[in-house]
């Protein structure tokens, strides 16, 4: 896999990555928004399908693509990718047409049976979601049941004897104390840990004030990722940590539109999977295919172009940090040239915020939700000062 753009020779991995490469190793596909659940920070806002979903016969041939393009894996998730009537037949589709999948799932449909055939199946990773390492602090945030799902969900993972799958957190400030726990929970399960930052997109904005990492704990988070980052996986997500000091595991740079992207259910192709929004729109798999809007997008080109910095580029940490996450940005109405909403150094809080965008789509269930989280848990500890509260002017905050 080589450089699109081979501007200049790269000498370290993460510069060819910088440059964008010819196929993304981290390929993410929102197969469906349908879902069982409405989980209080869910980025892509699911409970309901689109009707526009691709067909089977659309996806057997986005599957064909990717493995012309030698794609090694995606991502699948969604909504709930297996309540999708035809999932099982995609995965096995794609297995025989060499594309691995990794797939993310709430667990109440990983049965004994479906752990086993899981288990046998070569190139098949599951990544089960728990927000919470106990049922006190996950089912507020994902519903009623959703920590016994899961934990059964694992059961029957080890029991089939499946090695290595993930258990997949979203970091919170209600979780972060419990980091050891998790990683008892994964271990406990022949599991590996996997930990996400808390973006604020989809409903996920609607909690942020609420839910994200206050500073002590973002210090605490890189302390522990320090210390157990080599056997925990974090993908790009907490690259803006590094300015506390060293580097973290993982990719310390933002892969949006360079290594990675997002493939919604109805085909449309984001820079980002936590920037599904329309400012973020590479193109559609159905009017040109996917391999020509990856190669060939204006968005994308853009996007692997040398980065300025922007108003971080004076600071001591931006080699480090290279100014944080873009969607964590944008949908806080941050600037995209500007700081973090969680700027280690606190120069977020100097920024003035804007209007927080509108989502471009919402699919969550309009009714009553069997498994619905009743959040009215989630702590509201008084802050010590106003930038323990919020990274961003308070004053200055809009609230949608």
Known sequence: MTAVAERRAPTRLVDHFEYGLDAPICLTWELTYACNLACVHC?????????RELSTDECKALIDEFERMQIFYVNIGGGEPTVRPDFWELLDYAVEHHV??????????????????????????VQVSLDGATPEVNDPIRGAGTYDAAIRAMDNLRDAGMKDFKLSVVCTRENISQLDEFKKIADDHGAQLRLTRLRPAGRGADVWQDLHPLPHQQRELYDWL????????????????SAFGDALPGLNLCGAGRVVCLVDPVGDVYACPFAI?????????????FQHVWREAELFKSLREPQTGGACSSCSAYDSCRGGCMAAKFFTGMPLDGPDPECVKGNAEFVTVGDR???????????????????????????TTMCDESPVNPGDFVVG
């Open 226 to 241: 320090v210390a157990n980052g080599e056997k925990v996986l974090t993908g790009d997500s907490f690259f803006h940590l």
């Open 100 to 125: 691995g999948v990794k797939f993310s799932t709430n667990g109440f449909r990983i049965t004994k049976e479906r752990a086993e055939r899981l288990a046998a199946t070569d190139y098949v990773d």
């Open 43 to 51: 980025l892509s806002s699911s409970g309901r399908r689109d009707p």
């Open 357 to 383: 965008p509108a989502p471009s789509q919402d699919h969550s269930h309009k009714g009553t939700v069997r498994n619905a989280p009743v959040p009215v848990k989630i702590g509201r500890r008084p802050p």
């Open 277 to 289: 929004h329309e400012n973020f729109l590479a193109g559609s798999i159905r009017d040109e295919g």
